[in-house]
């Protein structure tokens, strides 16, 4: 299973003041707030710590089908080789890039999951082109990897409001075991942010 | 404070915040903060400082958890005022 995350930092900047009275208490545990405190670039780790609960919780409310609003349950560890987050004993490993201008993490469940993912800058910050750029990208990339027409791929919510891609494989093989229809895929994350948006999938 | 009023002061905290102008015109108790009104996760956040500091109340870990939607929002309101 994967999540993932964007952060647009132009974008954090303005829309968010992480300064403000009671933000970082909110948010990050003693421990966290220790790591904020003590580096050079407060900001982009305020952000990173971010993506990264961020990512692990998108992974947490679909493994358990619950949401909830609780970023300081999710404790981050920044290491070297790999870092984690954990919530309830269980672990998610995540990776992210950082540039000056975003982030993207990616958090997985099972350390060595073959995954197809994409992060890219959008034409403007509109909620509808943040949307429909990163549903069309992750349809393409879908229809690519199970190969399988593009129209053929269809994005939809739960009830939680969590993505999963249905897609429909052709009429080939009526005869084998595989029944005809609509195949599911749940391991999917989709994040978007100011200009950036991403997609996630696990092959 | 009836239920109207508190809608509409929360109505005036999250304008803000949302990315969905239609869905934030037709905003009622069953609306959602991040599926329909489309409100960035670390900007719910600041709606729940801003509730805090409108209210005067404290929202803990345990309430914030479920500061979800209008609905939640309201029913944690009015508890922690009843508690005050």
Redesign the interface.
């Known amino acids: 299973m994967i999540g993932n995350d964007v952060v647009d930092l132009n974008l954090?900047k303005t829309?968010?003041?992480w300064k403000?009275?009671?933000?970082l208490e909110?948010?990050f545990t003693p421990k966290e707030q220790l790591i904020i405190n003590n580096t050079a670039d407060s900001f982009t780790t305020v952000w990173l710590l971010?993506s990264m609960k961020?990512s692990a919780y998108k992974i947490y409310s679909r493994q358990y089908n619950t949401?909830?609003?609780?970023?300081?349950?999710f404790e981050c560890e920044l290491n070297t080789i790999q870092n984690t987050v954990s919530i309830n004993e269980i672990t998610y490993y995540t990776s992210s890039t950082i540039s000056r201008k975003n982030i993207h993490t990616l958090a997985t469940l099972n350390k060595d999951e073959s995954i197809t993912t994409d992060f890219f800058r959008l034409k403007n910050d509109t909620?509808d082109i943040q949307h429909n750029t990163t549903y069309k990208n992750l349809k393409l990339a879908v229809a690519k990897q199970f190969k399988v027409p593009v129209t053929k791929v269809k994005i939809e919510k739960d009830n939680n409001?969590i993505p999963f891609i249905k897609y429909r494989k052709g009429n080939l093989n009526l005869s084998a075991s595989i029944k005809p229809g609509y195949v599911e895929r749940t391991s999917i994350s989709i994040s978007h942010?100011g200009l950036y948006g991403a997609y996630a999938f696990v092959n | 404070m009836d239920k109207n009023e508190l809608i509409e002061s929360l109505k005036k905290i999250v304008k803000p915040y949302i990315?969905?102008e239609a869905a934030f015109e037709n905003l009622n108790e069953d609306t959602?903060f991040?599926?329909d009104l489309?409100i960035?996760?670390?900007?719910?956040?600041?709606v729940?400082?801003d509730v805090?500091d409108e209210f005067d109340i404290e929202i803990d870990?345990e309430a914030?958890?479920?500061?979800?939607s209008v609905k939640s929002a309201m029913a944690i309101i009015e508890t922690k005022l009843a508690e005050k």
């Open positions: 954090a829309q968010s003041n403000r009275k009671g933000f909110k948010v971010w961020e949401r909830f609003f609780a970023p300081k349950k909620y409001g942010h | 990315q969905d959602d991040i599926n489309k960035n996760s670390a900007n719910l956040v600041d729940i400082l805090e870990n914030m958890e479920k500061m979800l």
